[in-house]
T-cell receptor, first 111, second 114 residues
Framework: EDQVTQSPEALRLQEGESSSLNCSYT??????LFWYRQDPGKGPEFLFT???AGEEKEKERLKATLTKKESFLHITAPKPEDSATYLC????????????FGKGTLLTVNP | DSGVTQTPKHLITATGQRVTLRCSPR?????VYWYQQSLDQGLQFLIQ???????AKGNILERFSAQQFPDLHSELNLSSLELGDSALYFC?????????????FGPGTRLTVL
């Protein structure tokens, strides 16, 4: 069974203080690792898809990287508006097309 | 705005009742997925439909059922509701049948069972 573990559960940063969120996964035949951002009471907002080890993607202050066992979401010089829960999900091989999500990292950026 | 719409936004009902949640996918998307999000379990996949047919099943209870109509909108039916069914229910959509590629989520329906 696919498993996703995110750490830390919560992270509090000062504005401008860069850091990284971790997503460790076990999956049979990775068919994609996905990062989403979720604001309270709202639907997850798609950020990135990574397909193979060594792949990197960037968007504004966010950069996602992938290895064979984990993914990192690096946040450079964060702003208060980056505060949200960041969710990691994987899709494995086989005929079930579900995404398996981690429980998320709650990021708070203080001004 | 992801382009996925869900109604209603909030639903309050009593134990034993039945409710229907509705989802319209993004224009051009043929796959619809339903997820349940609770505080202790996180986001859990329930079921997927592609172009009107059930494609994959996850942790969906027998009291729950879904369907996708010819116009591609989908409905999730929850019956014999229990307190533990209180959660956020999200619909997501993607272009193809395989699930590979991005899924775009709607704003969700918050269900409260009293």
């Amino acid at each position: 069974e696919d498993q996703v573990t995110q750490s830390p559960e919560a992270l509090r940063l000062q504005e401008g203080e860069s850091s990284s969120l971790n997503c460790s996964y076990t999956v049979s035949g990775l068919r994609g690792l996905f990062w989403y951002r979720q604001d309270p009471g709202k639907g997850p907002e798609f950020l990135f898809t990574l397909y193979s080890a060594g792949e990197e993607k960037e968007k504004e202050r966010l950069k996602a990287t992938l290895t064979k066992k984990e993914s990192f979401l690096h946040i450079t010089a964060p702003k208060p508006e980056d505060s949200a829960t960041y969710l990691c999900a994987v899709r494995g091989g086989g005929s079930n097309y579900k995404l398996t999500f981690g429980k998320g990292t709650l990021l708070t950026v203080n001004p | 705005d992801s382009g996925v719409t869900q109604t209603p936004k909030h639903l309050i009902t009593a134990t034993g009742q039945r409710v229907t949640l509705r989802c319209s996918p993004r224009s051009g998307d043929l796959s619809v997925y339903w997820y349940q999000q609770s505080l202790d379990q996180g986001l859990q996949f329930l079921i997927q439909y592609y172009n009107g047919e059930e494609r994959a099943k996850g942790n969906i209870l027998e009291r729950f059922s879904a369907q996708q109509f010819p116009d591609l909108h989908s409905e999730l039916n929850l019956s014999s509701l229990e307190l533990g069914d209180s959660a956020l229910y999200f619909c997501a959509s993607s272009v193809g049948p395989s699930g590979v590629g991005e899924q775009f989520f709607g704003p969700g329906t918050r269900l409260t069972v009293l």
